[in-house]
């Protein structure tokens, strides 16, 4: 896939109407609509005040949640445009249907300066189809569909791929720091690579690891997918999460590192505990001596020096996934450990995948020292992975 798309610095927008797609699908309370993180909407931000500074009109679309083309109240975009209209300091009116006469009307009425909100487009069954009739009508608001939405660039949707058919299209700001920071750190990275991934499943990560091996100098294994491995290696994971499908395919990998001379670390140690609860009493085991009864939740201090230590040397570091369950604080220390040692590497390229591992960057309250965060997490996966983004292949290349 080439990363060098045209953005919106690359057209003339003054005077023009854009369909700009958004990820506002932010974490939100469903009963009273209190946003918990507002990363998404923040930074997509610089592309709405660079269309409305330079003359154009825009007309903001964003999906959130999942109502499979049923309206529901609880997964309106609401508060999402409260929040925006208090961070662009300008009303932000919205459209009470999704391509009815509300939105056809409104987005009629639209002047340069201005922006108007469409309601979630996946109240429409036809988004998520990618519908061509409801892709040409959505294209026909406007005169430029510009992409903005990292978040959902794997989904080929009316509103992410569809429109791209019926209108010059190219990238936000947003996308394009996102294309230049992981598409650079792939394609020529600053040496040694250090790629570090965790979170619970093997299976969302095959892709990924496959195509960091041709990458990457050392990977770094952890959470609850390194158990799996364990077992690849003969041995003892007492109750710990195991992929059973897929120890071969791990040992597989080990195999290829080994004849690729990349360096795979797995824990050497780990803490583990009876109950899966944050209270639960911890003890420290290794994978000699995992008792039987006992689940792993977090790195022990031996893995957490040698994989700080990994990190330490590298030039560039690409992080996916917790490496434990650090929703309990009591087991967030390989997690935290982890975010602080990338925060170290102010000489390195440090780059966050997005999902979980960018929410305990963001709690740790260090965001500000890693060179990229993404926004999107099965989209920086898919991304990671080397796989086609079809909201980003779709755009005008340079
Ligand atoms: P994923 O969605 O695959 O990135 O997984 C993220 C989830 O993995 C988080 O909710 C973590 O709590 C969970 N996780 C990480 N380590 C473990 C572990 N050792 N045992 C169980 N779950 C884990």
């Given amino acids: 896939m080439n990363y060098d798309k045209k953005t919106i610095r690359d057209i003339d927008v003054a005077g023009k109407k854009i369909l700009l797609r958004c ?9 009273t609509g209190v946003i918990h993180d507002d990363t998404r909407i923040v930074s997509t931000l610089p592309t709405i005040r660079y269309l409305l500074d330079h003359g154009a009109a825009v007309i903001l679309l964003s999906h959130m949640g999942r109502p499979h083309g049923q309206w529901k109240k609880e997964l309106s975009l609401f508060s999402a445009r409260d929040h925006l209209e208090k961070l662009l300091g300008i009303p932000v009116p919205m ?97 040694p690579l250090v790629a570090i991934l965790g979170g619970a499943k093997v299976s969302d990560k095959i892709g990924v690891i496959n195509s960091l091996l041709q990458k990457a100098d050392t990977i770094i294994i952890g959470g609850g997918m390194s158990y799996t491995f364990q077992v690849a290696l003969g041995n003892q994971i007492g109750t710990s999460l195991l992929d059973a499908d897929h120890v071969d395919y791990a040992r597989e990998m080990i195999a ?60 560039t570091v690409i992080w996916n996934g917790p490496m434990g369950v650090f929703e309990f604080p009591a087991f967030a220390k390989g997690t935290n450990a982890v975010a602080a040692a990338m925060a170290q590497q102010t000489d390195a390229i440090t780059i966050v995948g997005g999902g979980d591992s960018a929410s305990a960057v963001e709690k740790s309250g260090q965001s500000a020292k890693f060179t990229h965060i993404s926004t999107g997490g099965g989209a920086s996966l898919e991304f990671l992975e080397g796989l086609v983004l079809p909201g980003i292949a779709c755009l005008a290349d340079k």
């Fill in 23 to 31: 990820d506002f699908n932010v974490p939100h309370d469903k009963a």
């Fill in 95 to 191: 459209t009470q249907d999704v391509l009815g006469p509300d939105t056809k009307e409104k987005c009629a009425a639209l002047q340069p300066g201005q922006v108007v909100l469409v309601e979630n487009l996946r109240f429409r069954i036809e988004e998520e189809k990618n519908d061509p009739d409801f892709a040409r009508e959505l294209a026909s608001l406007a005169d430029i569909f510009v992409f903005d939405a990292f978040g959902a660039a794997h989904r080929a949707h009316a509103s992410t791929e569809g429109v791209s058919h019926y209108l010059p299209s190219v990238a936000g700001l947003l996308v394009e720091k996102e294309l230049n920071f992981m598409g650079k750190a792939l394609e020529d990275p600053k040496r």
């Fill in 256 to 315: 290829k590192a080994k004849e690729l001379g990349v360096n795979l670390l797995l824990p050497q140690d780990n803490i583990a505990t009876k109950e899966f609860s944050a209270d639960a009493e911890p003890v420290l085991v290794t994978p000699a001596t995992f008792p039987a009864d006992r689940m792993g939740m977090d790195l022990g201090p031996k893995t957490i020096e040698s994989y700080s230590q990994a990190i330490q040397g590298a030039g």
